[in-house]
């Protein structure tokens, strides 16, 4: 079995509706994922957009959301989920606005794209507080049983 991850809320490489940005309830989509390998302890989601600030001249990554030690068997998220909802053991990182939790889409300029990256991991991650992206992932190293990517568009009508 591989690994997967999708949203009623979009399909793979298709826009994300508005309300899950700025410019709606800035609310986090629905997640779901399966074929969670065997002898998984924890699951990683990370999303960002590599398309920062602009898309034809971006500089950086901007991480919107670091969940670590998920548990195994949660098999999703629930739309519009807070820290306090989460299953049980996840833990937050921080994101890009210095804050864990969603913070959802709002490109300044052009067509964005929004990557939701699951992985499976051997190990449940320890001796992180408050984690960036760039922690979260030097502690996966070498721990990695299986990744699965969602990507979602962007692009502000405003």
């Keep these: 079995m591989t690994l997967t991850l999708t949203s ?5 490489g298709e826009a994300i509706p508005a309300k899950y940005t700025c410019e709606g309830d800035d609310i986090s989509p629905p997640l ?3 074929g969670v390998p065997a002898g998984t302890q924890s699951l990683v989601l990370i999303v960002d957009d590599p398309d920062a600030p602009d898309p034809d001249k ?3 990554v901007w991480v919107h959301w670091v969940l670590y030690n998920l548990p195994p068997d949660a098999g999703g998220l629930a739309e519009g ?3 306090r909802d989460l ?3 996840t833990e937050g990182g921080l994101n890009d606005w210095n804050r864990t939790g969603f913070g959802g889409p709002c490109p300044p300029i052009g067509r964005h794209r929004y990557f939701h990256k699951l992985y499976a991991l051997d190990v449940r991650l320890k001796g992180l507080a408050s984690p960036r992206k760039a922690q979260v992932e030097a502690a996966m190293e070498g721990h990695v049983l299986a990744q699965a990517t969602l990507m979602g568009t962007y692009i502000k009508a405003g």
Excluded: L, N
């Design 58 to 60: 971006p500089q950086r």
């Design 8 to 12: 009623p809320a979009f399909s793979d």
């Design 81 to 83: 989920i807070v820290e």
């Design 32 to 34: 779901a994922w399966s």
């Design 87 to 89: 299953p049980m053991g």
